[in-house]
């Protein structure tokens, strides 16, 4: 009798504690979208539900900035996620294939080399790179932004590796008593079972390169036809905070992170499973 | 791992192709920057002008330079609020979560919330809450009788920084220390109850030696991210030409390679900063040696 009190008092604080954590997370997003209901006299009021409500801020938005940058914005946003999302998911996959499955001489050297540069901050590649793509003329484009997508990466190939060693290898045995080659193994197998990983491994692509500001803000030229979302948004807060339209800030804030809310919301799972996944034996 | 397929005939060709986008990642994107940033490190360039040999002169300049030390030593102090911070708060969570109680998938959702969102969009937010006379935080705090923080000036920046950067991070740790967790065997709790451990005893002699091998990932993982943070430092104290009232090191070398184009100072900051991370994660992998616990 004693303990199940015990257990209705600790299981009290524990939704006491969590729900206040809760707030502090979700707090930001409310007001966000709060503050971009609002007329901008309102802009500092302590409501949470708007009085008056408006969408005159989305309408502004979308029109009114200057050359119209916020379809741009996007369009850029989204073309450069896909295609890094179709380099890493490709190139990642067939070396994770090599190093699961597949026996050859130096595979433990290469792929413990590959694990290491994990630990090579991204600032120390950047300069490098930038004189790289400097030298092919690229510097401007979007090219340097889609082009190293397409040559693999430690984490990626980490984690489609962790998820291929799952599979069970007599279906491989199978298969090659059946004639197949490495290729079907690989397309046939592998590809289609590891479904969980790679959704995974697509999600955090896009999240990744969605949200990413340094390489953007090296790479692309301010101008708002050419850049990212994430850019456009960090030049926006210059310009509108001096005009003092935070709740114009705001609804350009709630769009930019709309799209990955709503990845968020219909692949929670993969996301979920995708970190646990990347956490669990080394 | 001794198993493997053994490529037959043509299809050795065909491993190397599958190798080959990572062999180029690996000759340009990461081990082959690494050593170009080295050498570059040796040189005084500023992408117009041939490379001039400058041998240690650059190195030599950023001990001289206070500007660069006080970014340097910006970094290890955000690194040494962050990495604790992150570790603490989100094991906090986890462990929480892990009591069976109703509604666990909501709490994990709106805790996983700020680890999908850009920072740069939420930083809006954050930038918002801290402000001065009109921020929700001081409102807050002068509601409660107390005085109002100057959350973004020079002497709290720091503070408020990590903050942001903690509440952003605490989502990804959750789920870490979450899968470390669940995979704790149920009896090792029923036979202690048993024995008459209390809770706290059960969480100090089961579960924290139980979770290190987690703790070590995460502080690794934290640590790399702590050493890079930048969005919500670019975000909250950016200034005029690339300064920062939290100016950390990667806006030193952001600021000398793309503002200034001295590319030979910009590559010794970058070394600097990967013996850094090299140093820590020598150190990190000293302590797993000794209190990480591998069943």
Known sequence: MKSSSQRLILDFITYILLAIGAVAMILPFIWMMSVSLRLPANQFSREIIPNPLTWQNYVELWEKLPDQAYPYLLFNSLKISLLTLIGQVLTCAMAAFAFAVVKFRGRELL??????????????????????????????????????????????????RQYFLTIPRDLVDAARMDGASLWDIFWRIYMPLSRPAIAALAIFSFKDTWNDLLHPLVYLPSDMHQTTMTVGLAFFQQQLQMGGKFTVLMAGAFLSILPLLILFFIAQRQFIEGIALSGVKR | MDYGLRPLGRERLWLWGLLFPTLIGLAFGTIGSLLATLLLSFFSWDLIAPPRWAGLANYIALVENDAYLKAFTNTITFTALYVPGVVIFSLLVAVLLNRKIRGVSLFRTVYFLPTVTSAVATALVWNMFYGKDTGLLNFTLESLGLAPVCWLCRENAMMSVVIVNVWGAIGEGMIIFLAGLT??????????????????????????????????????????????????????????????????????????????????AASAQAIQLALLVALFMGLLFIFERRYVVYE
Request: glycine share 6%; no cysteine.
């Open chain 1, 111 to 160: 792929f413990a080399l590959l694990l290491a540069t994990l630990m090579i901050p991204s600032q120390v590649s950047l300069i490098p790179d930038f004189i790289l793509f400097k030298y092919m003329n690229l510097i401007g484009t979007q090219w340097p932004l889609i082009l190293p997508a397409f040559w693999g990466g430690a984490f990626g190939t980490f984690l489609l």
């Open chain 2, 183 to 264: 995979a704790i065997p149920r009896e090792y709790y029923e036979a202690a109850t048993v024995d008459g451990a209390s809770n706290l005893q059960q969480f100090f002699k089961i579960t924290l030696p139980l979770i290190t091998p987690s703790i070590f990932f995460q502080t690794l993982i934290s640590a790399i991210n702590a050493f890079q943070a930048y969005d919500y430092i670019y975000m909250l104290t950016r200034r005029g030409q690339g300064d920062s009232t939290v100016p950390v090191a990667v806006f030193s070398i952001y600021r000398n390679a793309f503002n200034f184009f001295k590319m030979g």
